[in-house]
């Protein structure tokens, strides 16, 4: 079943990355000002599968590009900051900007490139957001949504949003069948950097990639984590 998680953990990478100041620069203007957190979840599944659909062997060919919609589909709705200081947990309060900057960096780029082809499965109505209920928290605000997988079943995948300074909704956490992606990371990264330091841990995702993600999880979990098991 883990495995079959790819499609989930595909549309999950924007906040479980803890992606840098730099890329939020980049990421064009979100088009969702006055939205509710239900209605940027599903403006990020229209968007998704416009990008997606009829071009899935361009992008398979061109995993930049792949990358590429990634950036532009989820990055201008998700708290990256916020989430890159939770990943870190209190380690984030140890390492100075130009660390915490740089290690957001290379693990947003692991993180993309372990998942982004899972992406290439997507096509529209593979996720039903749920009808909300209860009010609007600008702390912590959930949005289920329910992914349908390849062989029939559904995958629950609940959005954490709180709200920006500047008056819109950010997720900043994905939950995937009750298991938090900010927990799950922040336990490893700990673990990594409790053993060979933030500096390491940083230089290790930069040189290689996708596969520093792999280590990490079999050495900290034996693999047995969310969009972990092979």
Request: no cysteine.
């Amino acid at each position: 079943m883990l495995r079959q998680l790819s499609l989930a953990i595909a549309l999950a990478v924007g906040t479980v990355a803890a992606a840098p100041v730099f890329a939020q620069a980049a990421a064009p203007a979100p088009a969702t000002q006055g939205q509710s957190p239900q209605q940027v979840v599903q403006q990020i599944s229209d968007d998704l599968s416009k990008a997606i659909e009829g071009h899935q062997a361009e992008l398979k060919n061109d995993k930049e590009k792949l990358i590429a919609v990634i950036d532009d589909t989820f990055l201008p709705h998700f708290d990256i900051d916020y989430a890159s200081i939770l990943v870190l947990g209190q380690n984030a309060t140890k390492a100075s900007p130009q660390q915490r900057e740089r290690f957001a960096k290379a693990f947003y780029n692991s993180i993309t490139h372990r998942y982004a082809e899972g992406l290439l499965n997507y096509t529209r109505g593979k996720v039903k957001v749920l009808p909300f209920s209860g009010d609007l928290n600008n702390k912590r605000t959930v949005v289920r949504t329910q992914v349908m997988l390849d062989d029939g079943k559904s995958v629950s995948v609940d959005y954490a949003f709180r709200k920006s300074q500047s008056g819109d909704w950010k997720a900043y956490d994905v939950i995937i069948e009750g298991i938090s992606y900010i927990t799950n990371y922040r336990n490893q990264v700990d673990a990594e950097i409790k053993k060979e330091g933030l500096d390491k841990l940083t230089a290790d995702l930069e040189q290689k990639g996708a596969g520093a993600i792999d280590e990490m999880k079999q050495e900290t979990n034996g693999g047995q984590t969310a969009g972990g098991g092979k």
